[in-house]
């Protein structure tokens, strides 16, 4: 079982969607949590941390559940922009600084 | 100011053959990683290096991977003797110094796309 599991997808949604991105996580321990974007063949960049009290930044809104060991993405009225890879991120601080990356998914945002 | 480098952009190279790949980080980031992203595949941790020390080289695939860093700055990844499985997009990326370990963003890198022939 991978560490990090997400739904591939893709997701093909129109403009204006709201689209929700789930992750779950294996490691209890995990203490950091994090969502990135990678746009085609390009390197990953933060989109934003993910708190225990959830956390929102414009049109995206992290939550975190650690009963569950789960981790959503909400991204409301999406543009064409928002077209890529969504990738959830955990660390556990106690293995050092390496990231524990998900699959990654997919979105596409339709005209 | 500058990002994270990292040079060559493009390797292709034969199988049997050594590549080193370079990585120079965020100016006075003390952190920092190598992972690499084979295709269709997420991102897989190699090492990270604190300083010019290693703490975790848990990832290394095998002992034909190596990396170093010297002064605290540039790091280099050397694979010897490369295999067709080898081929892969490498990414280096550095995080600042003061933060827990993990915690801080870590910036990536543009990436070395390895093919082996």
């Known amino acids: 079982r991978k560490e990090v599991e997400q739904d591939p997808g893709p997701f093909n949604v129109p403009e204006g969607a709201t689209v929700a991105f789930n992750c779950t996580y294996s490691n209890s321990a995990s203490q950091s949590f994090f969502w990135y974007r990678q746009d085609c063949r390009k390197e990953p960049k933060l989109l934003m941390s993910?708190?225990?009290s959830g956390n929102e930044d414009g049109r995206f809104t992290a939550q975190l559940n650690r009963a569950s060991q789960y981790i959503s993405l909400l991204i409301r009225d999406s543009k064409l922009s928002d077209s890529a890879t969504y990738l959830c991120v955990v660390n556990n601080p106690n293995q050092g600084g390496k990231l524990i990356f998900g699959q990654g998914t997919e979105l596409s945002v339709k005209p | 100011g500058a990002g994270v480098s990292q040079s060559p952009s493009n390797k292709v190279t034969e199988k049997g053959k050594d590549v080193e790949l370079r990585c120079d980080p965020i100016s006075g980031h003390t952190a920092l990683y190598w992972y690499r992203q084979s295709l269709g595949q997420g991102l897989e941790f190699l090492i990270y290096f604190q300083g010019n020390s290693a703490p975790d080289k848990s990832g290394l695939p095998s002992d034909r991977f190596s990396a170093e860093r010297t002064g605290g700055s540039v790091s280099t990844l050397t694979i010897q003797r490369t295999q067709q499985e080898d081929s892969a997009v490498y990414l280096c990326?550095?995080?600042?110094?003061?933060?827990?370990?993990?915690?801080?963003?870590?910036?990536f890198g543009p990436g070395t796309r390895l093919t082996v022939l």
């Open positions: 990326a550095s995080s600042p110094p003061g933060g827990r370990m993990g915690t801080d963003t870590q910036y």
């Open positions: 993910v708190y225990s």
